[in-house]
């Protein structure tokens, strides 16, 4: 079995997230592959959550995206790895469509994603990392996070 050379871990900033991050950089470390953090703004501009409203004098993207690289500087920072690339992601479409496609482009061999572990209607209409799982073309690690994190 070949090792994997170019790993991606897509990343919602959750402490479920984090610890898939975690579990991507062991890894990296292990097979000495390359390790790219994402994190996809999904359907950007269509549907802003409230939870981060734009300053008024500031464009929403430009907001947008300088809190997800600052999340993404900082998440590195606690994993000890300043090496990890870092990509943000705007997409009128979902996140596992965009995560799908980002590894198609960038020859990803492993992408990592959390699965939050929900049951019921969230379970039924399909999550990140399930639909990730059954539509990307390398192999998925799909870190079942432990603990309260969410």
Do not use: W
Not at 11 to 32: I, K
Not at 79 to 90: H, K, L, W
Request: glycine share 6%; with cysteine.
């Amino acid at each position: 079995m070949e090792g994997y050379r170019h790993i991606l871990c897509a990343t919602d900033f959750s402490g479920y997230s984090e610890q898939a991050a975690e579990r991507a950089l062991e890894l990296a470390q292990y097979y000495a592959a390359r390790l790219t953090l994402l994190h996809v703004v999904e359907y950007f501009p269509i549907d802003r959550s409230n939870e981060s409203i734009t300053p008024e004098d500031v464009d929403p993207a430009v907001y947008r995206e300088h809190r997800a690289r600052a999340s993404l500087n900082e998440l590195v920072k606690r994993m000890d790895n300043e090496e990890a690339a870092q990509e943000v992601r705007f997409s009128p479409h979902s996140a596992k469509r965009e995560i799908v496609q980002y590894a198609k482009q960038n020859n990803i061999d492993l992408i990592v994603v959390a699965t939050h572990g929900q049951h019921g209607l969230t379970a039924l209409l399909g999550s990140t990392a399930e639909g990730v799982a059954h539509t990307a073309s390398c192999d998925v690690l799909v870190v079942r996070a432990q603990g309260n994190t969410g």
